[in-house]
């Protein structure tokens, strides 16, 4: 927080995973959100919410994030720019519950509870774990605030799972046809590996971490905060964290970072 308050931006942004989460433990729940908050509050700029998976894993987090932050997807226009912040969990409840179990199960691989292979869990072979996906309702919100703002000078999606590498109806071509040619960069994060990519002729970015696990071997697994200023078209620099310095050339004391 303290090397974001150095920089010293407008607002911040998030693309989700705030916290470990994956749990129905309503206290355990209060303890993570409150202890991330705690963090939140030493920003002296707003902070914008945006849920991953570890966020809305199953029905009681959704419903813990509503009673804490509101709708798990929103809009918001900052001097005719528009932010539509997605949710890339956007599943009915029974196939929510289904994926939450079958998670449950793939951890207890993971960490030798039960005897197995990750990739053959169920779980794994799931698009959604690495795709995600988006309902109807929310599809028709954003076709609304993108009526409603027909001449936002530019527009940034954001969300955690890239739902614009889902095919069908669930994925983001629906929202994509929509927003047709007018100016736009994706934004997500839940690869924990910094990517970049030109797609309908728009940056698509995916976000490496800025505290998540890491993979050693991947030299684009790194921790950043990415810095958007605003011309004629988005100006985007990506910050190394071990690069943002105090004025005595050291890092800052930092605490814990966004994950």
């Known amino acids: 927080m303290v090397q974001l308050n150095r920089l010293d931006p407008t607002f911040v942004l998030s693309v989700g995973d705030l916290i470990d989460g994956g749990t129905e433990d309503s206290l355990q729940l209060a303890t993570e959100w409150d202890s ?24 009681t987090m959704r419903t813990f994030w509503k009673q804490r932050f509101g709708p798990r997807y929103y809009h918001f226009l900052y001097k005719n720019v528009l932010f539509l912040m997605m949710d890339s969990e ?17 951890l207890k691989v993971i960490n030798g509870e039960v005897n197995g292979i990750y990739e053959e869990t169920d779980y794994y072979g799931m698009q ?15 076709k609304q605030v993108l ?17 614009w590498q889902r095919d069908g109806d669930k994925g983001l071509k629906p929202l994509e046809d929509l927003l047709g040619n007018r100016p736009y960069t994706v934004i ?3 690869i924990h590996s910094f990517s970049h990519q030109i797609r309908n002729n728009r940056d698509y970015i995916i976000l490496g971490t800025t505290g ?8 684009m697994a790194f921790d950043h905060i990415s810095l958007v200023r605003m011309a004629k078209e988005p100006i ?6 071990n690069g943002i310095l105090d ?13």
């Open 236 to 241: 985007v620099t990506h910050l190394k964290m």
């Open 36 to 59: 991330f908050e705690t963090r939140i509050k030493n920003l002296n700029m707003p902070f914008f919410h945006l849920g991953g998976n570890h966020d809305l894993t199953n029905p």
């Open 128 to 142: 959604e774990r690495k795709v995600g996906g988006m309902g109807s309702e929310q599809l028709s919100y954003f």
């Open 90 to 106: 956007d599943y009915e409840e029974e196939r929510m519950l289904e994926i939450y179990k079958a998670r449950a199960e793939a």
């Open 212 to 219: 998540g696990s890491q993979n050693a071997q991947d030299s």
């Open 188 to 190: 997500n994060g839940h």
């Open 247 to 259: 004025k005595k050339g050291e890092l800052p004391p930092t605490g814990e970072l966004i994950h």
């Open 147 to 163: 009526e409603r703002y027909p001449n936002a000078a530019w527009i940034f999606v954001l969300m955690h799972k890239p739902l």
